[in-house]
């Protein structure tokens, strides 16, 4: 059974602090999502990585197949990054997501 | 940009009835999906599916649930006979291809009571 777990779960920064969020899992991928939850629930794909490493505006995603890791870096943090961030991956073999418990990020001004 | 349109956003309904989740996915994506997240807890995997047919399912989706895309553009979840523990968020989501991102929709809270 393949088990993804993110840490931390609770993160709290200053506004403009550099954040790590990191995931690990136990079976083989064939990719690696990290989404965000707002409070309101929606869920809003960030990346989906299958190697190296990936930027948007300033977030950063990278991840190493071989040990099974992956970590989401938010650059100058602001409170609008205020969220929950999940990692989620899909296996070789199948078509479901599995989620992680997320972590709840959250931005002082 | 394109969405995954989902309704109601909120549906509060007696122990025991059945309801209907709606769901309009992306027009030009192939693999549609419904995941249920029960406050608290993580997302979950429901069912999967494409060229009109299931392509996974798991343990929650039981003989209550069933899908259908019943015309070109929705894809409906049902849940027969409902019961308090199907109390959740259910997102549907949808993708052009397994190996590409996904889009989910905004969800749907399913109150049961």
Redesign the interface.
Known sequence: KNEVEQSPQNLTAQEGEFITINCSYSVGI??L?W?QQHP??????LF?L?SGKKKHGRLIATINIQEKHSSLHITASHPRDSAVY?C?V?ETS?????????TQLTVNP | EPEVTQTPSHQVTQMGQEVILRCVPISNHLYFYWYRQILGQKVEFLVSFYNNEISEKSEIFDDQFSVERPDGSNFTLKIRSTKLEDSAMYFCASSEDQNYGYTFGSGTRLTVV
Request: without cysteine; glycine residues 24%.
């Open positions: 064939s990719a999502h989404l309101g629930g929606g869920i809003v794909s989906m299958s999940i989620a899909l199948g078509s479901r997501l599995t989620f992680g418990e997320g």
